[in-house]
């Protein structure tokens, strides 16, 4: 079955320490991830996507492939990265989207 | 001014009422998408549709149903079927398969 997993509900840092969402994938084909984030009274859009090897705001995602992983990744947190934060996944050939249940990040000053 | 819009924020039915959600994109987007967001649950896909007059489920259909008469417009219609239909509902579109997906603002419906 096609499944995105983040392990952690709640992800609590201090202000300057390193972080990393955790992102699993369950897919046998060639998966096309996303990152979306969701900053409070804002609406979800999207952070990043692997195909495009950005780094935005400071946040970089590496595919993966043996591991099924696209963890997030970001080597000095921000107050202002405390927002949730979702994984998903595009399987080949459709416009569907799979999304993980999301982690909420904390940034503490 | 551009992008996806939901309507209305806040909604408020008595439990046996059928009631619909709007949501309309000026983004000329072959793909919509309708989202259930729970807490602790993320979203689950409700339907999607690839092209005007076509849709297809997603994962948590059952109670749901939409239609998609214009490309700009893919209203959902919440049924007295729908056993817990109390939530936050997000439209989203995207302009290609596999490409960004483009998020309105939700709504929050309560069924009492």
């Known amino acids: 079955a096609q499944r995105v997993t983040q392990p952690e509900k709640l992800l609590s840092v201090f202000k300057g320490a390193p972080v990393e969402l955790k992102c699993n994938y369950s897919y046998s084909g060639s998966p096309e991830l996303f990152w979306y984030v969701q900053y409070s009274r804002q609406r979800l859009q999207l952070l990043l996507r692997?195909?495009s090897r950005e780094s935005i705001k400071g946040f970089t995602a590496d595919l993966n492939k043996g591991e099924t992983s696209f963890h997030l990744k970001k080597p000095f947190a921000q107050e202002e990265d405390s927002a949730m934060y979702y994984c998903a996944l595009s399987p080949s050939g459709t416009y569907k989207y799979i999304f993980g249940t999301g982690t909420r990040l904390k940034v503490l000053a | 001014d551009g992008g996806i819009t939901q309507s209305p924020k806040y909604l408020f039915r008595k439990e046996g009422q059928n009631v619909t959600l709007s949501c309309e994109q000026n983004?000329?987007?072959?793909?919509m998408y309708w989202y259930r967001q729970d807490p602790g649950q993320g979203l689950r896909l409700i339907y999607y549709?690839?092209?005007?007059?076509?849709?297809q489920k997603g994962d948590i259909a059952e109670g749901y149903s939409v239609s998609r008469e214009k490309k700009e417009s893919f209203p959902l219609t919440v049924t007295s079927a729908q056993k817990n239909p109390t939530a936050f509902y997000l439209c989203?579109?995207?302009?290609?398969?596999?490409?960004?997906?483009?998020f309105g603002p939700g709504t929050r419906l309560t069924v009492t």
């Open positions: 692997h195909i």
């Open positions: 989203a579109s995207s302009g290609a398969k596999r490409n960004e997906q483009y």
């Open positions: 549709s690839q092209i005007v007059n076509d849709f």
């Open positions: 983004l000329n987007h072959d793909a």
